[in-house]
Protein backbone atom coordinates (compact mmCIF):
# COMPACT_ATOMS: atom_id res chain seq x y z
CA UNK A 1 0.00 0.00 0.00
CA UNK A 2 1.38 3.79 -0.65
CA UNK A 3 1.99 5.91 1.98
CA UNK A 4 1.17 9.39 1.32
CA UNK A 5 1.72 12.77 3.31
CA UNK A 6 0.27 16.19 3.02
CA UNK A 7 1.67 19.25 3.48
CA UNK A 8 1.31 22.97 2.06
CA UNK A 9 -2.17 24.00 4.56
CA UNK A 10 -2.27 27.20 5.98
CA UNK A 11 -4.29 29.97 6.67
CA UNK A 12 -5.31 32.68 3.67
CA UNK A 13 -7.14 35.54 3.41
CA UNK A 14 -10.21 35.38 1.18
CA UNK A 15 -8.87 36.15 -2.68
CA UNK A 16 -5.04 34.33 -1.28
CA UNK A 17 -3.85 30.92 -3.20
CA UNK A 18 -1.88 27.52 -1.63
CA UNK A 19 -0.52 25.22 -3.65
CA UNK A 20 -1.13 21.21 -1.33
CA UNK A 21 1.40 19.01 -1.85
CA UNK A 22 1.17 15.30 -1.89
CA UNK A 23 4.02 12.71 -1.23
CA UNK A 24 4.10 9.20 -1.92
CA UNK A 25 6.40 6.45 -0.74
CA UNK A 26 6.01 2.73 -0.66
CA UNK A 27 4.49 2.27 -4.24
CA UNK A 28 5.41 4.19 -7.43
CA UNK A 29 2.59 6.99 -7.82
CA UNK A 30 2.46 6.42 -11.38
CA UNK A 31 0.19 3.21 -10.39
CA UNK A 32 -2.76 5.12 -8.93
CA UNK A 33 -4.76 7.44 -9.91
CA UNK A 34 -4.68 10.32 -7.48
CA UNK A 35 -7.48 12.60 -5.91
CA UNK A 36 -8.33 15.21 -3.72
CA UNK A 37 -11.13 15.38 -1.07
CA UNK A 38 -11.83 17.73 2.11
CA UNK A 39 -13.63 17.72 5.04
CA UNK A 40 -15.26 20.81 6.59
CA UNK A 41 -15.99 20.85 10.46
CA UNK A 42 -19.58 18.95 10.44
CA UNK A 43 -19.64 17.59 6.88
CA UNK A 44 -18.84 15.15 4.89
CA UNK A 45 -15.75 14.31 3.39
CA UNK A 46 -16.40 15.71 -0.24
CA UNK A 47 -14.59 14.76 -3.46
CA UNK A 48 -12.68 17.70 -5.01
CA UNK A 49 -10.67 16.77 -8.26
CA UNK A 50 -9.15 13.72 -9.64
CA UNK A 51 -6.07 13.01 -12.22
CA UNK A 52 -5.55 9.95 -14.01
CA UNK A 53 -1.85 7.99 -14.00
CA UNK A 54 -0.74 9.57 -17.04
CA UNK A 55 -1.68 12.68 -15.82
CA UNK A 56 -4.40 13.09 -18.82
CA UNK A 57 -7.13 13.40 -17.29
CA UNK A 58 -8.71 15.54 -14.93
CA UNK A 59 -11.95 16.64 -13.12
CA UNK A 60 -13.21 18.70 -10.59
CA UNK A 61 -16.34 19.38 -8.54
CA UNK A 62 -17.98 22.07 -9.35
CA UNK A 63 -17.20 24.51 -7.07
CA UNK A 64 -13.47 24.64 -7.71
CA UNK A 65 -13.68 24.69 -11.85
CA UNK A 66 -11.64 27.58 -13.23
CA UNK A 67 -9.86 28.16 -9.58
CA UNK A 68 -7.97 24.74 -8.75
CA UNK A 69 -5.67 22.84 -10.70
CA UNK A 70 -4.94 19.00 -9.86
CA UNK A 71 -1.48 18.15 -11.50
CA UNK A 72 1.26 15.72 -10.91
CA UNK A 73 4.93 14.86 -11.18
CA UNK A 74 5.10 10.81 -11.69
CA UNK A 75 9.25 11.33 -11.20
CA UNK A 76 8.59 13.13 -8.30
CA UNK A 77 6.26 11.11 -6.92
CA UNK A 78 4.25 13.79 -5.87
CA UNK A 79 0.71 15.12 -6.79
CA UNK A 80 -0.33 18.89 -6.07
CA UNK A 81 -3.48 20.72 -5.54
CA UNK A 82 -3.02 24.46 -6.50
CA UNK A 83 -5.62 26.21 -5.34
CA UNK A 84 -6.12 29.92 -6.11
CA UNK A 85 -9.26 32.40 -5.44
CA UNK A 86 -9.86 30.92 -2.22
CA UNK A 87 -13.10 31.54 -0.68
CA UNK A 88 -14.20 31.01 2.92
CA UNK A 89 -16.46 28.11 2.01
CA UNK A 90 -12.68 26.12 0.76
CA UNK A 91 -11.86 26.06 4.17
CA UNK A 92 -11.35 22.10 5.33
CA UNK A 93 -9.19 19.34 6.06
CA UNK A 94 -7.75 18.48 2.32
CA UNK A 95 -6.59 14.86 1.91
CA UNK A 96 -5.29 13.04 -0.74
CA UNK A 97 -5.90 9.97 -1.48
CA UNK A 98 -4.80 6.93 -4.28
CA UNK A 99 -6.85 4.65 -6.05
CA UNK A 100 -5.20 1.48 -7.73
CA UNK A 101 -8.55 -0.12 -8.81
CA UNK A 102 -7.88 -0.45 -13.19
CA UNK A 103 -11.35 1.29 -13.87
CA UNK A 104 -12.81 4.37 -14.67
CA UNK A 105 -11.32 7.32 -12.27
CA UNK A 106 -14.00 7.91 -9.55
CA UNK A 107 -14.89 10.40 -7.35
CA UNK A 108 -16.62 8.12 -4.53
CA UNK A 109 -14.60 7.99 -1.44
CA UNK A 110 -14.94 4.07 -1.04
CA UNK A 111 -12.90 3.79 -4.61
CA UNK A 112 -9.37 5.04 -3.16
CA UNK A 113 -8.09 2.61 -0.78
CA UNK A 114 -5.15 4.76 0.45
CA UNK A 115 -5.76 7.88 2.45
CA UNK A 116 -2.99 10.86 4.00
CA UNK A 117 -3.17 12.59 7.24
CA UNK A 118 -5.11 15.88 6.15
CA UNK A 119 -3.68 19.23 5.43
CA UNK A 120 -5.99 22.48 7.44
CA UNK A 121 -6.47 25.07 4.59
CA UNK A 122 -8.41 27.86 6.63
CA UNK A 123 -9.64 30.72 4.34
CA UNK A 124 -10.55 33.96 6.11
CA UNK A 125 -13.05 36.37 4.90
Known amino acids: QVQLVESGGGLVQTGGSLRLSCAASGRTLSSYIMGWFRQAPGREREFVAF????????YYTDSVKGRFTISRDNAKNTVYLQMNNLKPEDTAVYYC??????????????????WGQGTQVTVSS
Open 51 to 58: ITRGGGVT
Open 97 to 114: AADRRSGSPSTLRRDYDS
